[in-house]
């Protein structure tokens, strides 16, 4: 592996950033100032420019209100407007979907055909229509609208600008893992003479500098996983330490998060592991000694097991301990075990009722399944971790913020649920097996749509604060949409999974100086 961080690296790296804080300066309308943020965001530079960005947001707001005040009505470029519902929607400001009514024809309430030929309007539009909330009705017919035009323009385009509208169309950006996605703008943009050379540099850099970190961090974590000996113990058990490492890296790929992504990691891979010790390893029996000793988080209960699944036990206790005398001594957050204790005894009892139907030959109802799964999808465990990784305050609003969020919790769990369920189903119905009663209903009533939206709706109100945890939650769900959007990414070490690791971890950058 090739580490590219050094003195050299860093004074080139702080002078393109203050180059790049004059460029904000020197952005005078709307326009460019939307297109900067927009760009510095999907070359994955934002977290250098946070006062920046939230300074010219901030501004376009007041403008934009002040415009609505005084010319109702008036509509601007559907490029320009797109771009700033975006954008504000993103970062928390109220924008409505009332912005795009004056591009709608009020006899049909559809969007007016002369639109057709702006295609980065188009564009912008399909992407803003991603951010919907419960009951935007606007922004649906604004979905379906794009969509059709797009699809129907591509095949008129130029390859360059087709390359961006099929990407679109596969996957919008609010839907994708921004890191993930960062190798794949910085190409689009090489490729535009309109890209500024600054941001471009700046986006290499940044890219070969973060990787050098990501490296370093799986290093270590390969050291931890070697010595706590699950894979020799274990081998009926997944050894995914890399696919962990990435789905964490996914979470939060910024250098500051080193401490978030190791934990992450580690927490991951018990969930994998304990998931295959229900799923393929342990007897009813066995199982039931095993749920008794993480739900009274007691060593003594597993005496009665065998030493792979004492070794289990054993790594889940450690683990678990080690992170909350960490986090209680970096944060001062305490006490953490209690609420810990309690995520980890929901997970595995919700595995054993799992186990349960299984072996007993149980179907359950549709609604029966889904007040377990939403526990067993791990969920609330990664949630509890990722929050006391994250959050450095300990105020009151944090104290109580996983009790007054469950609907959040609930959505994202559903979401990392239904995706693993329709991932994973084709392989099931190669193996034979009918399709499910549930799936089929997962199917027909675009049951993940319309978590998403509410999970919109959630996260685009949350205090500032709180941002950051905010911020990983929707990843959490990004990373699990796409990593079983054409399979079972997780389970099968190839396709999308193995070219992230490669292209994220290995391949860096090339630079020319």
Same mark, same amino acid.
């Given at each position: 592996?090739?580490?590219?961080?050094?003195?050299e690296?860093?004074?080139?790296? %702080?002078?393109l950033?203050?180059?790049?804080?004059?460029?904000?300066?020197?952005?005078?309308?709307?326009?460019?100032?939307?297109?900067?943020?927009?760009? &510095?965001?999907?070359?994955?530079?934002?977290? +250098?420019?946070?006062?920046?960005?939230?300074?010219?947001?901030?501004?376009?707001?007041?403008?934009?209100?002040?415009?609505?005040?005084?010319?109702?009505?008036?509509?601007?470029?559907?490029y320009?407007?797109?771009?700033?519902?975006?954008?504000?929607?993103?970062?928390?400001?109220?924008?409505?979907?009332?912005?795009?009514?004056?591009f709608?024809?009020?006899?049909?309430?559809?969007?007016?055909?002369?639109?057709?030929?702006?295609i980065?309007?188009?564009?912008?539009?399909?992407?803003? *229509?991603?951010?919907?909330?419960?009951?935007?009705?606007?922004?649906?017919? @604004?979905?379906?609208?794009?969509?059709?035009?797009?699809?129907?323009?591509?095949?008129?385009?130029?390859?360059?600008?087709?390359?961006?509208?099929?990407? @679109?169309?596969?996957?919008?950006?609010?839907?994708?893992?921004?890191?993930?996605? &960062?190798k794949?703008?910085?190409?689009?943009?090489?490729?535009?003479?309109?890209?500024?050379?600054?941001?471009?540099?700046?986006?290499?850099?940044?890219?070969?500098?973060i990787?050098?970190?990501?490296?370093?961090?799986?290093?270590?974590?390969?050291?931890?996983?070697?010595?706590?000996?699950?894979?020799?113990?274990?081998?009926?058990?997944?050894?995914?330490?890399?696919?962990?490492?990435?789905c964490?890296?996914?979470? #939060?790929?910024?250098?500051?998060?080193?401490?978030?992504?190791?934990?992450?990691?580690?927490?991951?891979?018990?969930?994998?592991?304990?998931?295959?010790?229900?799923?393929?390893?342990?007897?009813?029996?066995?199982?039931?000694?095993?749920?008794? #000793?993480?739900?009274?988080?007691? &060593?003594?209960?597993? /005496?009665?097991?065998? %030493?792979?699944?004492?070794?289990?036990?054993?790594?889940?206790?450690?683990t678990?301990?080690?992170?909350?005398?960490?986090? /209680?001594? !970096?944060?001062?957050?305490?006490?953490?075990?209690?609420?810990?204790?309690k995520?980890?005894?929901?997970?595995?009892?919700?595995?054993?009722?799992?186990?349960?139907?299984?072996?007993?030959?149980?179907?359950?109802?549709?609604?029966?399944?889904?007040s377990? #799964?939403?526990?067993?999808? *791990?969920?609330? &465990?990664l949630?509890?971790?990722?929050?006391?990784?994250?959050?450095?305050?300990?105020?009151?609003? +944090?104290?109580?913020?996983?009790?007054?969020?469950?609907?959040?919790?609930?959505?994202?769990?559903?979401?990392?649920?239904?995706?693993?369920?329709?991932?994973?189903?084709?392989?099931?119905? %190669?193996?034979?097996?009918?399709? *499910?009663?549930?799936?089929?209903?997962?199917?027909?009533?675009?049951?993940?749509? !319309?978590? @998403?939206r509410?999970?919109?709706?959630?996260?685009?109100?949350?205090?500032?604060?709180?941002q950051?945890?905010?911020?990983?939650?929707?990843?959490?769900?990004?990373?699990?949409?796409?990593?079983?959007?054409?399979?079972?990414?997780?389970?099968? /070490?190839?396709? !999308?999974?193995?070219?992230?690791? /490669?292209?994220?971890?290995?391949?860096?950058?090339?630079?020319?100086?």
């Amino acid at each position: 592996m090739i580490f590219l961080q050094g003195p050299e690296y860093k004074r080139r790296a %702080e002078k393109l950033i203050e180059d790049v804080r004059i460029i904000f300066g020197e952005a005078v309308d709307s326009e460019a100032k939307l297109e900067l943020i927009d760009s &510095v965001q999907k070359l994955g530079l934002a977290i +250098h420019f946070d006062m920046e960005i939230k300074a010219a947001l901030d501004t376009i707001a007041i403008a934009s209100i002040n415009k609505n005040n005084q010319s109702p009505g008036e509509v601007g470029p559907l490029y320009v407007t797109a771009l700033c519902f975006k954008l504000l929607r993103q970062h928390g400001y109220g924008v409505s979907q009332d912005m795009f009514s004056g591009f709608m024809d009020e006899k049909t309430g559809t969007f007016r055909k002369s639109t057709h030929e702006d295609i980065k309007g188009m564009l912008e539009l399909l992407e803003a *229509s991603h951010l919907a909330l419960e009951g935007e009705d606007i922004l649906d017919e @604004a979905r379906e609208f794009s969509t059709t035009t797009l699809e129907e323009a591509i095949p008129n385009l130029d390859g360059h600008r087709a390359k961006q509208v099929a990407h @679109a169309l596969e996957l919008p950006s609010h839907r994708r893992v921004q890191w993930f996605d &960062v190798k794949w703008h910085i190409n689009v943009k090489e490729k535009d003479r309109h890209t500024n050379a600054i941001l471009l540099e700046l986006a290499k850099l940044n890219f070969n500098v973060i990787q050098a970190t990501l490296q370093k961090d799986l290093k270590e974590l390969s050291r931890w996983w070697r010595n706590l000996g699950l894979g020799e113990s274990l081998s009926f058990a997944r050894d995914r330490l890399v696919e962990t490492f990435i789905c964490s890296v996914g979470f #939060a790929f910024e250098p500051e998060n080193r401490c978030f992504r190791k934990w992450l990691t580690k927490v991951l891979i018990l969930v994998a592991i304990i998931d295959d010790v229900y799923d393929v390893y342990g007897t009813l029996e066995e199982l039931t000694h095993f749920t008794n #000793a993480v739900t009274r988080w007691d &060593v003594r209960e597993t /005496q009665q097991l065998p %030493e792979c699944m004492k070794t289990c036990f054993l790594a889940l206790y450690n683990t678990v301990n080690e992170f909350v005398n960490e986090v /209680q001594r !970096e944060k001062g957050w305490d006490p953490l075990l209690p609420h810990l204790k309690k995520v980890w005894a929901g997970f595995c009892n919700a595995l054993f009722v799992e186990a349960k139907w299984y072996n007993t030959g149980y179907t359950p109802s549709l609604e029966e399944y889904l007040s377990n #799964a939403w526990i067993s999808s *791990s969920g609330s &465990v990664l949630l509890a971790h990722a929050f006391f990784c994250l959050e450095h305050k300990v105020t009151e609003e +944090h104290e109580n913020f996983m009790e007054k969020n469950k609907e959040l919790l609930y959505n994202l769990s559903m979401i990392i649920r239904l995706c693993n369920d329709l991932g994973t189903s084709s392989a099931e119905v %190669e193996r034979g097996d009918a399709p *499910s009663s549930i799936l089929c209903y997962m199917r027909e009533e675009n049951v993940l749509e !319309e978590i @998403a939206r509410k999970l919109n709706g959630q996260c685009f109100t949350q205090l500032p604060t709180l941002q950051p945890f905010i911020n990983m939650a929707m990843n959490i769900a990004r990373v699990v949409h796409g990593l079983y959007r054409h399979g079972d990414g997780f389970g099968v /070490q190839d396709g !999308e999974t193995r070219n992230n690791i /490669q292209s994220l971890v290995v391949e860096p950058l090339i630079m020319h100086y």
